[in-house]
């Protein structure tokens, strides 16, 4: 035990480890009932999909495109639909 805790302080010294655990508590919401955290805890396990995407650089217009194909996909399933309009 005493060989893995000095091989994790080479890695990050505990200090560090402390204020990374301290900044990331204070970036949480103090109510776990509210919308944000709901939100934070469906988007969470898609991080593990979406990641690999986060290192490309970023396009505005191929965002766009891929949007419109998902939008596109999800009417046709009828996830999502377009309410009539009613003008």
Partial sequence: M???CA???E???RAAVMTAAATAVSLLPEDEGSAEA???????PRYT????????????DAY???A??????ALNNR????SPSHR
């Fill in 2 to 4: 005493a060989a893995l």
């Fill in 7 to 9: 091989a994790s302080e």
């Fill in 11 to 13: 890695v990050a010294p």
């Fill in 38 to 44: 709901v939100m934070r805890a469906v988007l969470a």
């Fill in 49 to 60: 999909t979406v990641r690999p995407f986060l290192s490309l650089p970023r396009n505005r």
């Fill in 64 to 66: 766009a495109v891929c």
């Fill in 68 to 73: 419109l194909e998902q939008l596109h996909r």
């Fill in 79 to 82: 996830d999502v639909f377009a």
